[in-house]
């Protein structure tokens, strides 16, 4: 079964101190995967996807298909990361799955 | 930029209501997506269209119907709105194609049943 999961609900880090959101899948096909982020009162938005192979905000994701993971990474979070965040996964041509998501707080 | 709208930010109905969710899109996206979103659950696929008139049932469509009559509107309705509807309802678009699976959501519809 196609499935997203994001193990940890809840993270808190300090302020400059690196950060790992861990998301995990199944799937078998060849797997398209997505970060969302969902700052407080806005809307749900595309932070970064595998495809593109880029670094937003200082956030990176890399694809590891030995491991089933697409951890999001940011050597130094900022106050302004704090959100929510989802891992999310395309499957086939029309339907997304999207992980439980995980609550970041950066600490002052 | 891709604006999604949806027609209420607050909704309070009664246990039996029908209750309508309308999302509107400007960007002329094929594909258009009701999503529930619950603490610990994260986003659940509730429907998808991916044309006019066009529908598919997501993971929890049980409850719900939805009508997409044009491209431009697709709608959420609750046959008879029950107190485990309560819930943030999102909708989304997306534009078709391998390169553009990016998906723009509205604003969200704070749903309360009493």
């Known amino acids: 079964a196609q499935r997203v999961t994001q193990p940890e609900k809840l993270l808190s880090v300090f302020k400059g101190a690196p950060v790992e959101l861990k998301c995990n899948y199944s799937?078998?096909?060849?797997?398209?995967l997505f970060w969302y982020v969902q700052y407080s009162r806005q809307r749900l938005q595309l932070l970064l996807r595998?495809?593109s192979r880029e670094s937003i905000k200082g956030f990176t994701a890399d694809l590891n298909k030995g491991e089933t993971s697409f951890h999001l990474k940011k050597p130094f979070a900022q106050e302004e990361d704090s959100a929510m965040y989802y891992c999310?996964?395309?499957?086939?041509?029309?339907?997304?799955?999207f992980g439980a998501g995980t609550r970041l707080t950066v600490k002052p | 930029d891709v604006k999604v709208t949806q027609s209420s930010r607050y909704l309070v109905k009664r246990t039996g209501e029908k209750v309508f969710l309308e999302c509107v899109q400007d960007?002329?996206?094929?594909?258009m997506f009701w999503y529930r979103q619950d603490p610990g659950l994260g986003l659940r696929l509730i429907y998808f269209?991916?044309?006019?008139?066009?529908?598919e049932k997501g993971d929890i469509p049980e409850g719900y119907s939805v009508s997409r009559e044009k491209k431009e509107r697709f709608s959420l309705i609750l046959e008879s709105a029950s107190t485990n509807q309560t819930s943030m309802y999102l909708c989304?678009?997306?534009?078709?194609?391998?390169?553009?699976?990016?998906?723009?959501f509205g604003p969200g519809t704070r749903l309360t049943v009493l």
């Open positions: 799937y078998s096909g060849s797997p398209e």
């Open positions: 269209s991916y044309d006019v008139k066009m529908k």
């Open positions: 989304a678009s997306r534009v078709l194609g391998v390169s553009y699976n990016e998906q723009f």
């Open positions: 595998h495809i």
């Open positions: 960007m002329d996206h094929e594909n």
């Open positions: 999310a996964l395309m499957v086939g041509n029309n339907d997304m799955r």
